[in-house]
């Protein structure tokens, strides 16, 4: 890995120490940056592998499938195993590592991969997304947002019931959402993948949002509210958070 990513050892177990608990950056081994511009990690939080069943895009910022990631992580792990193909890793300016190990097309002799995908995808789409624990909200507050969800909050215009996020293509540029770019440019098509809501009880130990900027979904809540004008009221922001650890 260190010859990989052209650092010497300590660098490489400072930068790996960075991410921490629940993080992960994928994309380091692309472009080779380990740091945001303000000197924080880049890792974001580890996607839920549950509840992907009709979504369309894997990753907070959209690079591929479920099946994309299983098809280049197992390449990555089992050294060039099976096959691969991205010509978008071609792109030395914008994904100097990729390109030049060849990340773009790998191709094996002896394909141990590819015969895997199709059960391994099909076993992550049963995987149903978790039910709240009990007493983790308020059943009355919760009634209540969603009618703010589905109306003056507009979060529904987005983040489609029952799959709460897009059919189809589920992308939208920094701008559209109000946060910095930099996770966003370090992916093709430079935008943020509108993410399932089912389970978001389970992001409260990392936070909310692919770096876990947000410690709640209040905080969440408050952002849309100031960045969208929505005019919500605290009370109608409490309910919403509330619903939002319903889900």
């Known amino acids: 890995m260190t010859g990989l990513l052209g650092v010497d050892e300590k660098t490489l177990k400072q930068v790996l120490a960075g991410w921490g608990p629940g993080k992960f950056d994928a994309v380091v081994f692309m472009d080779g940056k380990a740091t945001r511009p303000d000197g924080g990690s ?10 992907l069943a009709g979504v369309n895009l894997h990753t907070f910022t959209g690079w591929g ?25 071609k792109n030395a300016a914008q994904y100097p590592v990729a390109a030049k190990a060849g990340f773009d097309e790998v191709r094996s002799s002896e394909d141990l991969i ?4 199709a059960a391994l995808h099909f076993y992550q789409l049963a995987i ?26 507009k979060c529904s215009s987005c983040h489609v019931p029952p799959l709460f996020t ?3 293509w589920n992308m939208h540029t920094p701008a559209e ?3 910095d770019d930099f996770q966003a ?9 509108t993410t399932p809501l089912k389970g978001l009880f389970a992001h409260q130990k990392g936070g909310f949002y692919h770096d876990g900027r947000f410690a709640t979904p209040k ?29």
């Open 42 to 51: 880049g890792a974001t939080l580890i996607p839920p592998a549950f509840g």
């Open 65 to 89: 499938s479920v099946t994309y990631w299983n098809a280049f992580v197992a390449n990555l792990e089992m050294h060039g195993k099976g096959t691969f193909y991205d010509p978008r890793l």
């Open 114 to 117: 590819t015969s895997k995908l």
């Open 128 to 153: 149903p997304a978790p039910v709240p624990p009990k007493g983790s909200f308020d059943g009355a507050a919760a009634t209540r947002g969603q009618l703010v969800f589905n109306g003056p909050g």
């Open 166 to 168: 897009e059919p189809g």
């Open 177 to 179: 959402i109000g946060i």
């Open 185 to 193: 440019n370090r992916s093709p098509d430079k935008r943020y993948r």
């Open 219 to 247: 905080d969440v809540v408050n952002h849309y509210n100031k960045y969208f004008s929505l005019g919500l009221t605290d009370k109608q922001a409490g309910d919403l958070a509330e619903y939002l650890k319903s889900l």
